[in-house]
């Protein structure tokens, strides 16, 4: 018999490969906004990038090890799908949203399961991006603790970013 993982177990940080270091950096720090805590050739000689928030050492950490100049996967080939951020709110996830349009990048998609709304984006390297928050969870927990999630839906990105106050 299989003994679950402890339910505090958590995700801690995703480590892409990228083309170009100083672009990807600046996508993650300019657009999304996170602290780099990290940049560039460390005493050895390495090229990476650990990008954070809240002080914390690193939730993106960013390297061109193997990956310099590289092209992202075509389609149909294995990889990252993507990976999520987590907002602490609707609000801040409509920030979020703000900046990634502001900067001129396009959004790929939303989608809205009941539990969470999400927007879907690419970065500069191709890589999956999911900013979403979570509906507090006496919204998306049956009696049971179990998760009840609707059917995806898409949503109107500007009925986000209405929780600004302005588009």
């Known amino acids: 018999m299989n003994e679950p993982v402890h339910p505090g177990v958590r995700i801690g940080h995703v480590h892409l490969q990228v083309a170009d270091l100083r672009r990807a950096t600046d996508f993650y ?10 940049y560039g050739p460390d ?9 954070s928030a809240g002080g914390y050492h690193h939730y993106v950490a960013l390297n061109t090890f193997h990956s310099a100049g590289g092209t992202p996967p075509p389609p149909g080939h294995t990889g990252l799908y ?14 979020a949203v703000k900046r990634v349009l502001d900067h001129g990048h396009t959004l ?9 709304e999400s927007v ?3 970065d500069p390297d191709g890589n999956g991006l ?3 928050y979570d509906r507090p969870r006496e ?5 049971h603790g179990k998760p009840v999630f609707s059917m995806p839906r898409r949503f109107d990105p500007e009925d986000l970013l209405a929780e600004l106050g302005s588009t």
């Open 130 to 132: 999911e900013l979403y």
């Open 82 to 95: 993507h990976f999520a951020i987590l907002y602490p709110n609707r609000k801040e996830l409509a920030k």
């Open 43 to 51: 005493e050895v000689g390495v090229d990476a990038a650990w990008l």
């Open 108 to 116: 790929t998609g939303t989608q809205d399961s009941g539990a969470s």
């Open 29 to 38: 720090h300019d657009v999304l906004g996170f602290d780099i805590t990290m």
């Open 120 to 122: 879907f984006l690419r």
């Open 139 to 143: 919204q998306w927990i049956d009696e």
